[in-house]
């Protein structure tokens, strides 16, 4: 058996970057900078209010009280005509320009106006209420790194700054595949002997949830030669080939029999739990993940080969998961000869993370997965751990987890 690492380290080494382009902000969410971002103007782009009051030199509110005389109004999104000199203040709205001449903005909370003249109760200090010009990012500052990975929130500052059409990596498209005679698709009745294809939905989600495009080959049964051919039909139109299934010792495997005919793919037999057998190298020249094919074996191989190789290919920097450092809350035992991950519930107690087991942890119990947020990460030469024992915590979901009532009922 092969540890963990020696197995992600021959994956990671074997994918690329893809290309380079350009995309509509709109688009690019998920995505990857491919370069470093410079910020073509400052943001914001000229000096403006904090707030609803009036533009002031700050020396004309000193000693307060003191009055002045309003010589025009200015809104957000308009510029003042005239200039503020001494004696004189400008009404001015949140986000408008500050008019030249002043220097800081008086709260209108501190103020009362009567025809032009204005009492101001509250003195100003220079600057005050004011945004400064490339307050939150000067022109020709760095922005972003390459390698950042696309939230709403950079979609955000990418338009604030001008750059409409970030540089990122391309995404990838990847086809699922499902194999064997006993899987059916969602739908159709269960004859005796079969189940339904679990695999294909959750991966095809998975990927969707990574933003990678995806190609739905559907199931293929235990046959060498309809395999082959989807399996050519899949490396030929995606850059990256899933199937699940069919990679174990089993004399159906035919995953495992065709690709060691026809690509360069390696049959690992990993040191982990779930997820033991995995098929990875290249079929006519595709990057090719041969998945296991129980249910969360296929997770746990897409979460530690799969998925960090797709986030290299689109660029990102960071490819694994936060891990947290967390309490058993049970014993758990665990294969010393194996890293181990256990599907848990973790929950946050007086600051520390606390987890316990999620349900049955045989790999075909997809259900305790999908009431888990984590896996608890034993490592190889550990027998087990105890309750109150320290572990690594994957934190794979990070949901709404306060209901309406708690969070109306606390405040
Ligand atoms: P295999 O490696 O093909 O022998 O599959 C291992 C186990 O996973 C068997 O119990 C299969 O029935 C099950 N399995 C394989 N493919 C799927 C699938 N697409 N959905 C649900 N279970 C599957
Ligand atoms: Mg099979």
Avoid: C
Avoid at 216 to 238: F, K, N, Q
Avoid at 302 to 326: D, H, N
Avoid at 356 to 364: I, K, V
């Amino acid at each position: 058996m092969k540890p963990l690492v020696e197995v992600q380290r021959s994956v990671l080494a074997s994918v690329w970057r893809l290309e380079k382009l350009a995309v509509p902000i709109a688009r690019a969410r998920g995505l990857v900078l491919a370069d470093d971002v410079a910020a073509p103007h400052d943001v914001p782009p000229f000096a403006n209010s904090a707030m609803d009051g009036y533009a002031v030199q700050a020396g004309d509110t000193q000693p307060a009280p003191s009055e002045l005389t309003v010589i025009e109004d200015v809104a957000a999104g308009h510029v003042a005509d005239r200039e503020v000199v001494t004696g004189t203040a400008i009404k001015i709205m949140t986000g408008a320009p500050l008019p030249p001449g002043a220097d800081a903005v008086v709260r209108v909370e501190d103020t009362s106006q009567h025809g032009d003249r204005v009492r101001i109760e509250e003195g100003a200090v220079v600057g005050e209420s004011v945004r400064a010009a490339g307050g939150d990012l000067a022109a020709g500052s760095l922005v972003f790194e390459a390698g950042t990975r696309l939230t709403p929130h950079h979609l955000g500052v990418l338009t604030s700054v001008g750059v409409f059409d970030p540089v990122v990596h391309r995404r990838p498209t990847v086809a699922v595949l499902s194999t064997g005679d006993e899987v059916v698709p969602a739908g159709t009745p269960l004859a005796p002997g079969k189940i339904h294809d679990s695999n294909r939905p959750q991966l095809l989600a998975l990927l969707d949830e990574l933003g990678v495009d995806v190609i739905d080959l559907g199931i293929v049964g235990d046959d060498a030669h309809s395999l082959r051919a989807i399996l050519e039909r899949g490396a030929a139109t995606a850059d990256v080939v899933f199937t699940s299934g069919g990679v174990s010792m089993g004399e159906y495997d035919m995953v495992k029999a065709i690709v060691s005919e026809t690509g360069d793919v390696e049959i690992w037999r990993v040191a982990i739990k779930p997820a033991k057998p995995f098929a990875f190298g290249s079929f006519n020249g595709t990057p090719f993940f041969g998945l296991p094919g129980n249910p969360v074996s296929v997770v746990v191989a897409f979460e530690q080969f799969a998925r960090p190789a797709l986030l290299k290919m689109m660029g990102a920097r960071a490819l694994f998961r936060t891990r947290v450092s967390g309490v058993l809350e049970t014993d758990v035992r665990t294969d010393p000869e194996k890293t181990v991950f256990l599907r848990m519930i973790a929950d946050l107690v007086d600051n520390t993370w606390v987890a316990r087991p999620a349900g049955g942890q045989a790999s075909n119990q997809l259900t305790a997965l999908a009431r888990a947020n984590s896996f608890a990460v034993v490592p190889v030469g550990t027998a087990g751990l105890d309750a109150g024992s320290r572990v690594d915590l994957e934190m794979f979901r990070w949901p709404e987890t306060r209901t309406e009532e708690e969070v109306l009922n606390a405040g």
